[in-house]
């Protein structure tokens, strides 16, 4: 079974750095969709970051510049490198995976396996 597991979260002062980890088991993250997303009590989830099937790497405006993806393949690991944290960017962070095959063709619409999250605060 796919499993996503989520480190890395922690309190920080505004200005600071955070690189959140998510390691992943029982899936191929070779040509696949993976994605950070993050939630506030009381609001949607939103997108962050994610890899597309071809390895394109999209941002939210508010976090482009500060926030990078990447993916270590023979780590069986998806990273999230934050600097310049802003008190707006305080959630939970989850970690996001799909095969990204859907109607015959490669797209990242849906995500079907999620971890449990990593509370980042930034006061």
């Known amino acids: 079974h796919v499993q996503l597991v989520e480190s890395g979260g922690d309190s920080v002062q505004a200005g600071g750095s955070l690189r959140l980890s998510c390691e992943v088991s029982?899936?191929?993250?070779?040509?696949?969709?993976m994605a950070w997303y993050r939630q506030v009590p009381g609001k949607e989830r939103e997108l962050v970051a994610d890899?597309?099937?071809?390895?394109?790497?999209n941002y939210d405006d508010s976090v482009r510049g500060r926030f990078t993806i990447s993916k270590d393949s023979a780590k069986d690991t998806l990273y999230l490198q934050m600097d310049s944290l802003k008190p707006e960017d305080t959630a939970m962070y989850y970690c996001?995976?799909?095969?990204?095959?859907?109607?015959?063709?490669?797209?990242?619409?849906?995500?079907?396996?999620w971890g449990q999250g990593t509370q980042v605060t930034v006061s």
């Open positions: 890899t597309d099937t071809d390895g394109t790497r």
């Open positions: 996001a995976a799909d095969e990204g095959y859907y109607g015959g063709g490669r797209v990242c619409i849906n995500y079907k396996y």
């Open positions: 029982g899936f191929l993250m070779r040509g696949a969709c």
